[in-house]
């Protein structure tokens, strides 16, 4: 058996237990409804070694886009469920049997010679050891250094979406103070977090500037993305690395914000058809859970936070109450991660 790449084993939340298979493995079917169309159903599959390499394979020879690279999967038939594609796909092209997968982004894409509709799985563990069944190539990569080309124009989003970590930190310096809000940063990057929204609504323009410069600086050192909340020209002049749009602000912009990286805050379905339109890079969705900073809140719960991204194209957070424990819950219900103002620190 190939080693795991997978080191926690998920269970589904209470409200999605009728997600689960019957065939007693860890596949958590998508939560996302097949509509019909008139686009071809596919699954691909993100899969990860112990090392976070993802697997690439080449289309053999015979088939439409022969020798471009991609990730493995295959149609959904008629009657099966993108779950059981996946599993199906993974054993007749790899020859792996895939023991833990959750459901991640679901992208629409037209080639030449058909449109289809590719969702995608991330495999955390499987049994086997991969091999071409078709005899077609495979290589493990990374993001960082992507060696294998042409690849599928369709996964150019999905290359992007894996630079993104699965927590998401934002500041709370107001409430910790500052010395000690940039001590407990450090512990947190020093720990693995490499995402950060710097985000403190009570300070002025100018304590703003200088405060999220400071953080760009710390976070920059251990190779962490910054982001701003709320204000373009802050994030230019700290040296950030992109903005973090409120509702509000995203509702009202007409085209994305010049800038490398760029998220937003969703609460219902319209503000996450827009970050669609302008295609951001990813949105946090809430809250699911109560939180102090929204005490009045209408709280979503897990069961409206997978109905607001069925068939949703860009990475989503979950936001809210959340603690590193939640992670896998948000997975289960097809969120890329959880966003924490004080569960990151």
């Given at each position: 058996?190939?080693?795991?790449?997978g080191?926690?084993?998920g269970k589904?939340?209470?409200?999605?237990?009728?997600?689960?298979?019957?065939?007693?493995?860890?596949?958590?079917?998508?939560?996302?409804?097949?509509?019909?169309?008139?686009?071809?159903?596919?699954?691909?599959?993100?899969?990860?070694?112990?090392?976070?390499?993802?697997l690439?394979?080449?289309?053999?020879?015979?088939?439409?886009?022969?020798?471009?690279?991609?990730?493995?999967?295959?149609?959904?038939?008629?009657?099966?469920?993108?779950?059981?594609?996946?599993?199906?796909?993974?054993?007749?092209?790899?020859?792996?049997?895939?023991?833990?997968?959750?459901?991640?982004?679901?992208?629409?894409?037209?080639?030449?010679?058909?449109?289809?509709?590719?969702?995608?799985?991330?495999?955390?563990?499987?049994?086997?050891?991969?091999?071409?069944r078709?005899?077609?190539?495979?290589?493990?990569?990374?993001?960082?250094?992507?060696?294998?080309?042409?690849?599928?124009?369709?996964?150019?989003?999905?290359?992007?979406?894996?630079?993104?970590?699965?927590?998401?930190?934002?500041?709370?310096?107001?409430?910790?103070?500052?010395?000690?809000?940039?001590?407990?940063?450090?512990q947190?990057?020093?720990?693995?977090?490499?995402?950060?929204?710097?985000?403190e609504?009570?300070?002025?323009?100018?304590?703003l500037?200088?405060f999220?410069?400071?953080?760009?600086?710390?976070?920059h050192?251990?190779?962490?993305r910054?982001?701003?909340?709320?204000?373009?020209?802050?994030?230019?002049?700290?040296?950030?690395?992109?903005?973090?749009?409120?509702?509000?602000?995203?509702?009202?912009?007409?085209?994305?914000?010049?800038?490398?990286?760029?998220?937003?805050?969703?609460?219902?379905?319209?503000?996450?058809?827009?970050?669609?339109?302008?295609?951001?890079?990813?949105?946090?969705?809430?809250?699911?859970?109560?939180?102090p900073?929204?005490?009045?809140a209408?709280?979503?719960?897990?069961?409206?936070?997978?109905?607001?991204?069925?068939?949703?194209p860009?990475p989503v957070?979950?936001?809210?109450?959340?603690?590193?424990?939640?992670?896998?819950?948000?997975?289960?219900?097809?969120?890329?991660?959880?966003?924490?103002?004080?569960?990151?620190?």
């Open positions: 058996m190939k080693a795991e790449s080191r926690m084993k589904p939340p209470p409200d999605a237990a009728d997600d689960m298979t019957s065939e007693g493995s860890d596949i958590h079917p998508s939560p996302f409804i097949l509509h019909p169309s008139n686009r071809v159903e596919v699954v691909a599959a993100v899969i990860f070694n112990e090392r976070g390499e993802f690439l394979a080449q289309r053999p020879a015979g088939k439409a886009y022969a020798g471009y690279w991609e990730f493995p999967g295959g149609k959904v038939e008629p009657d099966e469920s993108a779950a059981g594609a996946l599993k199906r796909e993974l054993h007749e092209e790899l020859g792996i049997d895939a023991l833990t997968a959750y459901p991640w982004l679901t992208r629409d894409f037209d080639y030449s010679h058909a449109a289809v509709r590719l969702r995608f799985f991330r495999v955390l563990k499987w049994s086997g050891e991969p091999h071409g078709e005899l077609q190539q495979f290589a493990w990569q990374s993001v960082s250094n992507v060696t294998v080309a042409p690849l599928l124009p369709a996964n150019g989003p999905i290359l992007r979406a894996l630079e993104l970590p699965h927590v998401y930190g934002i500041t709370c310096a107001g409430e910790h103070g500052r010395d000690a809000f940039m001590a407990r940063l450090e947190s990057l020093a720990t693995g977090l490499r995402l950060v929204q710097v985000r609504k009570q300070l002025a323009s100018d304590a500037r200088a999220a410069a400071e953080v760009v600086a710390l976070g050192r251990y190779g962490a910054i982001l701003v909340n709320g204000s373009g020209d802050i994030a230019a002049q700290a040296g950030a690395d992109g903005v973090h749009l409120t509702a509000s602000q995203l509702m009202a912009a007409a085209r994305r914000p010049d800038c490398e990286w760029c998220g937003a805050s969703c609460h219902d379905a319209a503000e996450l058809g827009r970050a669609r339109e302008l295609a951001l890079d990813f949105v946090v969705l809430g809250p699911v859970r109560a939180t900073t929204h005490p009045g209408e709280l979503l719960g897990w069961r409206q936070f997978v109905q607001l991204i069925r068939d949703y860009l957070y979950a936001i809210g109450g959340m603690r590193a424990s939640n992670l896998e819950q948000a997975w289960n219900c097809g969120a890329h991660g959880v966003a924490m103002m004080r569960g990151a620190w």
